[in-house]
């Protein structure tokens, strides 16, 4: 057993508490992972407002790391200790339907399927105060050490940064594979992306990659502007500096609305701003496709004018970034980065110490 530092949440709504933990040794087919950094993402957020589905809590969060193997249980064939790796909150039996689908990145083992509290034997590594801990997608990055399913992690290149890859779990992974796998964006098309964190601004890097020849950001927080315009953005507008509505305007720019829209958002509040019709009515009403990135709180509904699919329009939704087999795509991904195909660092906005982590959530808050 394994004593380290943990950031757990005890209940819902209230913030996060570093505790010492116990961290069990993995059984057969886990793997025990020293995590060396990890990302905040705004899924970690709708988990600790009681906003997930199925999440029971205390809980360890945090779903977007990258760590060193500490050791392996009985079993364990595709990595040994000393491997850098990235747990994956989408994971990759390789057995079911789903995985055997080219098309398909979900995993009937995943929590797309079932829930993910408890390891698939249904029992916690995490112990604190004599209490049971539940994991979180079964990777709970926010602990020094975690115990994650194999075909839940991905080795990776040893040459990898692991301070920078942690975002190919979640968010680099997420919105650039919505551009590139799950809208398809066409070279010379037209983009716009609503919502600019760190999420929406990989889809800016992702239409860029596919070779759109104009990307429209669109946030109501202009500070995202001059990164946006560093990863591709060919323009960037705020909403609230106009009288009409902001698909309107969109139209009125492109003479027939763009060719692929993305809503990044995902939150109640900033809903009000971003409607789902403006993501929705703002592309071609003949070939356009809107992809739906941003999480909704579990529970939420949307209600949209049913003509506007007539014509041929297109909305789909995309889990982390689309037909990416995580457990072999990840890597490749990162490889690519290592060759300076492209660069997520600019996602970084801050590095702060464990023990800070609630700072990073009010800097996330702040939309900072």
Known sequence: VIRCRAAVAWAPGKPLSVEQVEVAPPKAGEVRIKLVATGICRTDEHLLQGCFPKAEFPVIPGHEGAGIVESVGEGVTSMKPGDKVIPLCLSQCGECSFCRNPESNFCQKSHISEPQNLLPDKTSRFSCKGKQIHHFLWVSTFAEYTVVPEYAVAKIDPAAPLDKVCLFSCGFSTGYGAAINTAKVKPGSTCAVFGLGGVGLSVVMGCKAAGASRIIAVDINKDKFVKAKQLGATDCINPQDFKKPVQEVLT?????????????????????????????????????????????????????????????????????GGSWKMREDIPKLVSSYLEKKFNPDLLITHTLPFAKVNEGFDLLHAGK
């Not at 070939?287 to 999480?295: D, N």
């Not at 939420?300 to 889990?319: A, C, F, M, Q, Y």
Request: with cysteine; charged share 15%; glycine share 12%.
């Open 252 to 320: 009125e720019m492109t003479g027939q609305g763009v060719d692929y829209s993305f809503e990044v958002v995902g939150h109640a509040d900033t809903m009000v701003a971003f409607p789902q019709t403006a993501s929705f009515a703002s592309f071609n009403m003949s070939t356009g496709v809107c992809v739906m990135v941003g999480e909704l709180d579990s529970g939420s509904e949307i209600s949209i004018d049913p003509t506007l699919l007539l014509t041929g329009r297109t909305w789909k939704g995309t889990v982390l």
